[in-house]
Every structure is written in C-alpha cells, then in structure tokens.
C-alpha cells in the first residue's frame, strides 16, 4: 500500500520521536494492525479484516486494549484528516500538467491554423490530447484511491469505537 505507507512516513509513525518506548510501541502496534486492516479488507472481505485486526491488537496488547483502541481512534483520524486533505487530484502537479496540455492545445490550435506548420500543429495537438486523457485518468484513479481509504478508515474508526464501548 504505497499510499498508507507515504502516510506512514508523513505522520513519523515509523520513528519514534517523543515518549517512552512503551509508546513507540504502541505506535508500532496500531500502525501495524491498520495496515494489517487495509490490506486484509482490500484482498479478502470485512469480516476477514475485522477478525485478523481485532486478534493482532489483542495478541499484541495484551493488558492495555482499552489504550490501544484510543490510540487507534487517534491515529485513524489522523489518517483520515490526511486524507480529506488530499482528496482533490488535481491540488498537486495534476493541475499543473492540466494548464500546460490547455496551453500545448492552444498552441497547437494556432499552428493549425498556418498553411506551413499545420503537421507540426497536429502532432502537437493530439500529443496533448493523448496526455489528457491520460491525465484524467490518472485523477480519477487517485480519486477513487482515496475515496476507497477513506471509507476502510472510517470503518476501523467504528471497530475502535465498537471495541471501547464493549469494554466499558
């Protein structure tokens, strides 16, 4: 999951900076579990995803799981903040690549219009078309991306809450 593991990196889940040891490994341990989550639920089904996620937080939390599920809820949040944040393909170089195939277009449609460099115009147009395409294909697989994350985000937000509730 090259996308939860960016946000891994992002959010220094893999180096512990602040607290005791006993924290980086609650760290560890959620990081683990949801990404143990993401990839059982995208490869095997709900109830799968929730058994396994569920059975490695207890395995490896033994006395603290009321602390773990918290620490899941925060983390999950995060994970899900992140993610509304970049939920808009075209706010990274998407938008930038979009404005240079308009103005290749333009361009292009210009040189169309000149008797002598009407081959060059039309390469150049449908070289931009073509990246067009592609680049809307592109967003719209990113944007689907993070839809699905956020969607399996927010279900591991309800297991913790579920789980803290029973404990209770």
Known sequence: MPLLQAKRAESGADRPTTGSKVSAMYKETVDEAIDLYVTERMA?????????FLACIYMKQQGEIAETMRRVRGMTRYYIDLTKVTLNPFKGPELAWLASMVNIAVYAAVLI????????GIVLLSGALVNACYLIRCAAAKWCELHVMLAIYCEILQIADHELETLA
């Open 44 to 52: 095997k089904g709900k109830q799968m995803a929730i058994t396994h």
């Open 113 to 120: 219009s000149l008797e002598e460099q009407r081959p060059l």
